[in-house]
């Protein structure tokens, strides 16, 4: 595993400023990437998309659902009872008013509890669980080499300074994984803020 430092930048001229930085200091080409991060659930790890196989904001449907197919059948029920009563229609309308309010209620039900904002709103993931997206510029560094690194990046207007392992191949950070936290540099970033 290699030793890598990371910081964002909002732009890539920034970025290659700060690249050309490094290159003036010693740093070969080949221990220099960038890249573009895009922003948290917008990375494809899924065929449909996505970062995550479910959504959070769901977690909580099939119970709703279960509570508006009981609610919804009873209403439906008693207002079949009502029609057959009034009207005298036949029994069968009185099933098929239970049915379509079990299925309205099971609707109901489920979208209350994915509702964003409520009780059982959507995760928001802290701030430290997350990756902000932006040019990524990283350093392939030795352990004497990274703070030099992380202060030219700094010095350089990089923010989210972070220092990761990870496999470098072919001048770049082969299996950067966007979605995990990123194991940021607090002695530095605290400086440039």
Do not use: C
């Not at 009207?87 to 099933?95: D, G, H, Q, Y």
């Not at 990870?166 to 770049?172: A, H, L, S, V």
Request: net charge negative; no cysteine.
């Amino acid at each position: 595993m290699s030793l890598i430092v990371a910081a964002r930048f909002t732009t890539f001229p920034a970025a290659e400023s700060a690249a050309q930085r490094l290159f003036n200091s010693g740093f070969v080409e080949e221990d220099v990437t960038l890249f573009f991060v895009n922003p948290v659930g917008q990375h494809a790890r899924y065929p449909i998309g996505g970062d995550i196989g479910t959504d959070a904001g769901a977690a909580e449907a099939p119970k709703g659902a279960g509570k508006g197919v009981t609610i919804g059948a009873v209403v439906g029920a008693a207002v079949g009872v009502g029609i057959f009563t009034l009207f005298a229609a036949p029994v069968l309308v009185s099933v098929i008013a239970a049915g379509v309010g079990a299925y309205i209620g099971s609707l109901v039900g489920a979208m209350s509890h994915t509702r964003e904002g409520g009780r059982l709103g959507r995760h928001t993931p802290r701030h430290d669980e997350t990756r902000d997206s932006g040019v990524l510029l990283a350093v392939h560094v030795s352990p004497d080499s990274q703070y030099d690194a992380a202060r030219l990046l700094r010095d350089a207007g990089g923010t989210a300074i972070e220092r990761a392992t990870g496999r470098w191949q072919k001048g770049r950070w082969a299996d950067f994984d966007p979605t995990r936290p990123p194991d940021t540099m607090p002695e530095l970033n605290e400086k440039h803020a």
